[in-house]
């Protein structure tokens, strides 16, 4: 266990997670009108009509298969009686698909993004830096999926040792020996994940927390009563005292 | 739609449904809404955003007409931006409204306030301060300094070359007033007061800022300088036809039109506030045609496009115009078009015709005076046949009934019963006979005088004083001129529309491109519409058709097809000119203020395209000589002579003003004219005759003739205007310039005016700037004051667009150290009043006067028969063969004090407009209550006029538009004249007057006034001349009437008696081959049309407009010519010709013609100016490719509606005959 482990196992880990947390609720005490994807909608239609829901659709599936790949321990399946063999079939199957269509969504909106003039100009440094981010910890999460599932070199358990390592940290007691153990392109990808959550709070990526699923939910028509304000919606102020 | 909605409703309810427990707030039980408490603490950010300190009403003050009422908001002190106003009056029910009027021009306005571009402190060249202020040092007199700085030849010429090329110093105001005021003092005294000027052009947009100036200029006996023919947008065509400068419809007034012509005009594109009025009306089944070359913005909302090669409309109106004499007149006579004709028409009169070549041609109009009649005005009382008796007519209305006691009620179009004859053709005792016409479609290989042919007219035998004369109506000239075949007639006629003869359908389309069936059509189409909706057939027309040098051929043409229609005078018909026009309503308050008429008379008004052609010395390098216009068929009047000669003819027989006026300074020759004992206009005969005294024009480049100090406010002279831009640059104020043309070689130089073999470099001593933004005039000014904007004075904005009047109210004071102009020249005025004592105190001064328009004096030259007093045809009478001479006395001391109060003048003398008097004697009491009384000094006890609201106020109560009072006074002075009732028409408003703060509260529509030819009485639309053709109230013309036919000498030198084709010039004969050799070039027609983004240079440089537009300076051109150079979309290319070089990009569009590249007007210096391969220098301007050139008929003057008047008539500043080579030139650009 050297200072290296602990350092990115540990500190790394609790440090992304106080990030994530006040970054975003600094974003949105702070930068509610900055609050926005920025929708490129406007300037170019056609692409982003098919990027913009593979993508997304295949990232949701990513999260559902890391909700289930690190969340749940390998007991649990064990005990529904899903064989190893199952549990690979399914994860790599579904996984790489997802991956696939996420890989092949971003890579589409990352060309649209730098072929049409005004999306382009409308594309700040932040927008940039936070692609890298992205289009990293995608490509390393295939890398491992294809090497975890055996496709690429002997196939490798990730749920004995990342798995309850990522669960340790939420149960504070951390066990960084078990990260230390495993492959080099676990600890990469587990690694750009982190950087991108640190970022996540400073980038247009917030907008995941407000997608309106409330909307489908929601009558048309939301009328908000004024409260208990005399007139108007405006805080009273300083002045002349009010009449009637 | 509906079953979409069925469809899902059930799924949403559904959801709604299973959701609502979770949902916050309480969900209705119809599942559609659903109410929640509090979250609102957003909606202060929205408040906060639309809380303002305040919200005032301004507009935008110079170029643009269309004098939109804006909402300014200022937020914790700063000006944030503005929206339009919506409050415009109703136009009543069944028509579109006004509001919102604005276009993204006007709404980023407020940029300007804190840009870069700013105009913040006053400036000085550095040069020209420091040898000022040494100067100073040896001689503390400002005056004395100022002589000693401009009569060191070495320093002079050092600030001189300094121009343009920076080092522009911060000054304080006390400084830079004194400097100027100096500059005027020692002007006046050394000069003359004739060698100083003031340009600032479209005082509607802006009546008290332009007016401060004027009155500045005026009583210092400086001249202003016309702007309306200057810009080219003057119609000659209007003063030649109706008389007038030009009146107009107001914009509501198209959605009365049932068919429309867009006739270069680019109605969405320069007229967009106004443009939905056209885009409505098509719903109302208005037929739309656009005529334009490009593919225009306007022509998307056309039915049809016709698209003639550039400059050659005329052909095309003119085939228009033989369909409809063809059809509507001779094989079918309409009788709505023949009525009109004969009533508003100089068609019926009778022309006498004379010998010529063995047949015959048309000479003059038929007066009363040939009768034998040697009563008052008989010379100018033309004649009719009448039908019943066929005896010679003389019908009330012509020119002769206007101004003498006998004339009273008799001058109105009322024909008492006769039936004047349209044509003689069939009458007992007519011969058919010969007639010579010119024709311009041929010989053109050689000059520009064209041929002539053979035609036939109707003739009979008239027995004058003289003998016997041939005569025929002018009815059946303009059948032989358009060549629409009779019966029984001789001469060569063209066989039908498929002849290709002169002016048939398919000979234009050899010229213009566009299909004859097509012209044929869309001329049938025009006229039949007329007949069936009562004469609602109208044209736009637009700078497309008026930049040319023959545009005011081009327009007879088309209001030959406006009359013979009888649209003109009628809702929804007529013609519709909207370039650059001005409409300044309140016309009669506001001249009594821009040139001091309230103190002293008369002033000196210039003509414009005359003094820049003279002083910028473009008439040295002008290879068009006078003869080269000249018909086959003229006398050889112009054999011999340049344009300069023409303009110095023009000068010394009074048509037309000349400032500077002699070779002398006019305070001297007042003081010799004094000592003589004469009177002082014998003096000056006397002086003239022997040969002691000399126009300045003989021998302008003289230094002792030059002009010596500009002020330039308002406008962009050096950025937009000047046409001939590098000969601005080189002689005026010879700095470094590209002029790349040679002088005229010896045999075309001039034949009277002195030629001097060394052309002076920098005549003028001083430039001064006065605007908010910095502009090449800025850039090249000597000094620069900084002027409050648009949004930070007072003001008063009227146009022809629409019938209100309203206000500019500050935003803000102006801020840093900027004033606004009526400040700045009431502050100049005391700082010469300062100055004066013991250079000029008290003097007198000999002022010489052109004939005027409006005045007796348009009967000085009868038949417009020119003689010369010079070679002695003539004897030299001032106020009939040459100007007037007038002494006017001027107390410099007392500048300052006339310049801030009303004087006595205008209720003592009256006020006149168009010659229309009016007695303002209680409006001047009036304004003493309302702006209080000057209390000491010398205007003590005058009405105030030290601010702006009391300028504004002042313009107001005197003039008949906006005064009931004095509309009433007015009209009851021309029922006087007239005979016939139009009091009635202001009657209803005698007791309404509106003032600033009614201006300020809402736009207030306009009181119908004798200063205007339409009317608003009952809320109609404005359209022009309905009071002429409804009260028989005649045109301010010869005859009264509208004219298709004109006979002064010099119209029918040049071949343009009636309305004809001329094509555009042929520069690339005139001026030879411009190719340089190097690289692939092409030569292409160069047109300088209005942009998108811009109102002249003012925008262009404004951040938001380039942004939406591609920015910094620009040509468009086809892809073929774009091929043909080699050149791609956005790269850099050089523009050059004789007059100068451009460089810009290119802007590769399949809208634009083969063969014809735009570069939009006013592309000014300050933005992206790369320096030209060719000069060396910064690129140039739009202009720097142009030069002015001068048409003689323009200067012509003394005859009927061919008189001057300031922005009437005058030479236009025409420029779209112009080309230039092309080629692409190397990329790495260099600033």
């Given at each position: 266990m050297s200072a290296k482990d602990i350092l990115l196992w540990v500190v790394l880990p609790y440090v992304t997670i106080a990030v994530f947390v006040t970054g975003t609720l600094w974003r949105y005490r702070y930068d509610k009108f900055g609050w926005t994807t920025r929708s490129s909608q406007l300037y170019e239609r056609r692409l982003i009509r098919i990027a913009s829901p593979i993508f997304h659709i295949g990232i949701l599936a990513v999260v559902v298969g890391h909700v289930i790949g690190l969340l749940i321990p390998e007991s649990w399946t064990d005990a529904a009686r899903v064989s190893e063999d199952m549990y690979h079939l399914m994860a790599v199957g579904i996984g790489l698909v997802a991956g696939a269509c996420t890989l092949f969504g971003v890579v589409m909106l990352i060309y649209r993004r730098r072929t049409t003039g005004p999306v382009f100009a409308a594309t700040t440094r932040n927008d940039k830096t936070m692609y890298v981010f992205l289009v990293a910890a995608i490509c390393l999460g295939l890398l491992t999926t294809l090497i975890g599932s055996g496709i690429v070199g002997d196939g490798y358990n990730y749920r004995e040792t990342v798995s309850p390592w990522f669960r340790s940290i939420f149960l504070l007691n951390p066990q960084p020996e078990l990260m230390a153990e495993s492959l080099p392109s676990f600890q990469i990808h587990a690694v750009a994940g982190m950087l991108l959550f640190i970022a996540w709070p400073f980038t247009r990526l917030v907008h995941a927390f407000s997608a309106p699923l409330g909307y489908v939910f929601r009558p048309y028509v939301v009328y908000r009563d004024r409260g208990p304000h005399d007139s108007g919606s405006r805080p009273s102020r300083r002045g002349w005292e009010r009449v009637g | 739609m509906t079953t979409v909605q069925g469809a899902s409703s059930a799924t949403d309810d559904f959801l709604v449904k299973a959701a609502r427990f979770f949902t916050p707030g309480t969900v209705s039980s119809d599942l559609r809404t659903v109410t929640k408490v509090g979250g609102r603490d957003g909606d202060v950010f929205y408040r906060d955003r639309w809380s303002h300190d305040k919200v005032v009403r301004s507009t935008h003050g110079v170029n643009c007409t269309g004098s939109c009422s804006w909402k300014v908001y200022v937020k914790d002190g700063i000006i944030t931006w503005e929206t339009q106003q919506t409050d415009y009056p109703t136009v009543g029910p069944d028509s579109p409204e006004y509001e919102p009027r604005g276009c993204p021009r006007g709404a980023a306005f407020s940029w300007y306030t804190y840009s870069p571009t700013r105009v913040r402190y006053p400036y000085v060249r550095g040069v020209l301060l420091e040898a000022y202020r040494a100067a100073k040092a040896v001689t503390p007199d400002p005056v004395d300094a100022w002589a000693a700085v401009v009569g060191d030849p070495e320093t002079r010429r050092r600030y001189q070359k300094a121009r343009g090329k920076g080092g522009l110093v911060r000054a304080s105001w006390p400084e830079v007033l004194e400097i100027i005021g100096a500059a005027h003092v020692h002007t006046a005294k050394v000069h003359g007061p004739d060698r100083i000027f003031g340009f600032s052009p479209i005082p509607a947009m802006s009546m008290a800022s332009h007016a401060a100036g004027g009155r500045f200029i005026s009583l210092m006996g400086g001249s202003m300088l016309s702007f309306y023919d200057w810009y080219c947008d003057l119609p000659v065509a209007s003063p030649q036809v109706f008389g007038d400068q030009t009146d107009v419809p107001e914009s509501a007034d198209w959605w009365n039109a049932s068919y429309l012509i867009m006739w270069g005009a680019n109605v969405p594109v320069t007229r967009t506030p106004d443009a939905h009025f056209m885009a409505e009306a098509r719903y109302r089944g208005q037929k739309v045609v656009t005529v334009s070359p490009d593919y225009a913005d306007n022509t998307k909302f056309a039915d049809e496009w016709m698209a003639p090669h550039p400059g050659t409309d005329g052909a095309l109106a003119m085939a228009m115009g033989h369909v409809v004499l063809k059809e509507f007149f001779v094989e079918r006579q309409v009788p709505r078009f023949v009525d009109y004709v004969k009533k508003y028409s100089d068609l019926p009169f009778l022309v006498t015709l004379r010998e010529k070549q063995g047949s015959w041609v048309p000479d003059k109009f038929v007066t009363s005076a040939d009768l034998g009649d040697e009563g008052e005005g008989a010379a100018f009382k033309t004649v009719v046949v009448d039908a019943a008796t066929g005896r010679p007519h003389v019908p009330n209305g012509s020119l002769g009934f206007r101004f003498g006691e006998a004339g009273k009620g008799k001058w109105n179009l009322d024909l008492e019963g006769v039936d004047p004859a349209l044509s003689l053709l069939g009458a007992s005792g007519t011969e058919g006979v010969e007639v010579l016409l010119p024709r311009?479609?041929?010989?053109?290989e050689d000059g520009e005088g064209g041929g002539s042919h053979l035609r036939g007219v109707p003739a009979a035998r008239l027995t004058t004083p003289a003998g016997e004369r041939l005569v025929t109506t002018v009815f059946d000239l303009m059948l032989a001129q358009y060549g629409v075949p009779r019966d029984g007639l001789p001469g060569q006629w063209p066989a039908g529309y498929d002849d290709p003869e002169p002016y048939t359908p398919a000979w234009q389309e050899e010229i213009t491109g566009v299909p004859a069936a097509m012209a044929e059509r869309i001329g049938r189409e025009f006229a039949q519409n007329a007949e069936d909706s009562g004469g609602r057939s109208m044209i736009i027309l637009g700078a497309g058709t008026n930049h040319w040098f023959h545009s005011d051929t081009i327009y007879r043409t088309f209001l030959a097809l406006v009359t013979l229609c009888g649209t003109q005078g009628v809702n929804g018909g007529g013609w519709a000119h909207y370039v650059g026009q001005e409409k300044c309503r309140p016309v009669t308050g506001w001249a009594q203020l821009a040139f001091g008429l309230d103190w002293q008379r008369p002033p000196r008004q210039m003509i414009g395209t005359g003094f820049w052609y003279v002083q910028t010395d473009q008439w040295r390098y002008d290879r068009l000589g006078a003869d080269l216009l000249a018909s086959p068929l003229g006398e050889g009047r112009f054999a011999g002579r340049s344009m300069i000669d023409t303009m110095a003819q023009s000068a010394r027989s009074g048509w037309m003003p000349s400032y500077p006026q002699f070779d002398r300074n006019p305070l001297d020759l007042a003081d010799e004219a004094e000592a003589s004992g004469m009177p002082p206009a014998d003096y000056v005969r006397d002086e003239l005759k022997a040969g002691r005294l000399a126009f300045a024009i003989d021998d302008p480049d003289a230094e002792g003739n030059w002009p010596r100090v500009l002020t330039v406010w308002r406008a962009n002279l050096l950025g937009s205007s000047s046409k001939g831009n590098e000969f601005f640059l080189r002689h005026l104020l010879g700095t470094s310039n590209a002029v790349r043309a040679d002088e005229a070689p010896e045999g075309e130089r001039p034949r009277d005016v002195t030629w001097r073999d060394e052309a002076p470099e920098g005549k003028l001593d001083l430039l001064v700037s006065i605007d908010f933004r910095m502009t090449s005039t800025g850039l090249f000014g000597d000094i620069l004051l900084p002027a409050a904007t648009w949004y930070e004075k007072h003001d008063l904005s009227t146009t022809d667009m629409h019938p209100y009047v309203h206000a500019f109210t500050p935003a803000i004071d102006p801020p840093w150290e900027t004033r606004s102009d009526y400040d700045i020249f009431q502050a100049l005025g005391r700082k010469v009043s300062d100055l004066a004592p013991g250079h000029l105190d008290v003097r007198k001064d000999l002022v010489s006067v052109p004939l005027l328009h409006d005045t007796p004096d348009e009967m000085a030259v009868p038949g417009g028969v020119v003689r010369d007093w010079r070679s002695g045809e003539v004897d030299l009478v001032p106020g009939l063969t040459a100007p007037k001479f007038v002494m006017v006395e001027r107390d410099y001391t007392a500048l300052g004090a006339k310049m801030s109060a009303l004087g006595p003048l205008a209720a003592k003398a009256g006020m006149v407009t168009k010659g229309v008097p009016f007695s303002p004697t209680v409006e001047v009491e009036e304004l003493a209550s309302r702006n209080g009384v000057i209390p000491d000094g010398y205007a003590a006890g005058r009405p105030s006029l030290a601010t702006d609201i009391h300028a504004c106020e002042t313009i107001l109560a005197l003039s008949g538009t906006t005064n009931g009072r004095l509309a009433v006074q007015g009209f009851r002075a021309l029922e006087e004249r007239t005979g016939m009732p139009l009091a009635d028409l202001a009657l209803e408003e005698e007791g309404k007057r509106i003032t600033f703060p009614d201006t300020q509260a809402r736009p207030v529509p306009v009181i119908t006034s004798p200063e205007w030819s339409g009317s608003e009485h009952g809320g109609r639309r404005y359209t022009a001349f309905c009071i002429n053709v409804e009260r028989l109230k005649p045109w301010h013309t010869l005859t009264g009437r509208q004219h298709f036919f004109l006979d002064h000498d010099w119209m029918t030198e040049i071949g343009e008696g009636l309305p004809t084709f001329r094509p555009p010039l042929n520069l690339n004969r005139l001026d030879g081959d411009q190719h340089t050799g190097a690289g692939r070039e092409v030569t292409v027609r160069y047109l300088t049309p209005h942009s998108k983004w811009s109102i002249h240079s003012e925008y262009q440089d404004n951040l938001f407009m380039l942004s939406l537009s591609r920015g910094g300076p620009e040509i468009w051109m086809s892809p073929q010519d774009a091929a043909a150079i080699g050149a791609k979309d956005n790269e850099w290319v050089e523009a050059y010709n004789r007059n100068g070089v451009v460089v810009a990009r290119a802007i590769v569009s399949h809208r634009m013609p083969a063969g014809t590249v735009y570069m939009y007007h006013a592309k000014d210096r300050t933005v992206d100016v790369p320096k030209t391969e060719t000069s060396g220098l910064r690129g140039g301007i739009h202009n720097s490719l142009t030069r002015l050139m001068i048409k003689p008929t323009h200067i012509v003057g003394g005859y009927a509606q061919l008189s001057f008047a300031f922005n009437y008539l005058g030479p236009t500043g025409n420029q779209r005959d112009e080309i230039t080579v092309i080629r692409r030139r190397s990329q790495e650009v260099e600033y």
């Open positions: - | 311009f479609d041929v010989g053109q």
